[in-house]
């Protein structure tokens, strides 16, 4: 599980460090179309391109997040429950996840490799634009092995180092 836990932590450092040069992007864009509004001169297709960058940022900041824990956590419930039972839950939640965050993660992929196969571009800058695709495919191909990592350390948890 170390080898796990390295190369999840390798790679979303990675999309962190790619997300956070796309916020970048998309905050100089955004701030330059609105100044250049001012005289008439708007950048065309901002919408566009401010669109593939939020999503590049949100996808590249999935894996991230659920390795931090830093998403919403609503345990009115659960908070009743004994530590097996929240354990057997949690086991039973990241395999549903890993499942379905996994499919998404291919099925994204597959349609950002069919639209670089075909060629589609972008409907107002007429741009490729399957790398943002595959982008956001490989956040969720992230967010995918961070909750396989948080599964097998639910169903394997470490353990307790004894001193003597």
């Known amino acids: 599980m ?9 790679l979303n450092k990675i999309l962190l460090v790619l ?25 065309r297709g901002t919408y566009e391109i401010v669109g593939f960058l939020g999503a590049v940022v949100i996808a590249f900041a999935l894996g991230y997040t659920q390795r ?10 659960t908070e009743k429950f004994s530590k097996r039972t929240n354990r057997f839950l949690d086991a039973i939640n990241y395999l549903v996840t890993t499942i379905f965050f996994g ?27 399957y790398p ?11 967010l995918t092995l961070v909750l396989l990592n948080d599964l097998l350390r639910t169903l394997f948890p470490p353990l307790k180092r004894t001193d003597a």
Request: hydrophobic share 60%; aromatic share 10%.
């Open 19 to 43: 997300g956070g040069i796309a916020v970048l992007g998309l905050m100089i864009l955004a701030t330059g179309n609105v100044t250049l509004r001012i005289f008439h001169m708007p950048f």
């Open 132 to 142: 943002f695709v595959l982008c956001v495919g490989l956040g969720f191909a992230v």
């Open 103 to 129: 499919i998404v993660a291919w099925q994204v992929l597959l349609w950002g490799f069919k639209i670089w196969r075909v060629g589609e571009l972008s409907e107002t800058l007429k741009v490729i634009f």
């Open 68 to 77: 931090r824990k830093d998403h919403i956590v609503v345990d009115i419930l």
């Open 2 to 10: 170390d080898i796990l836990d390295k190369l999840s932590d390798v």
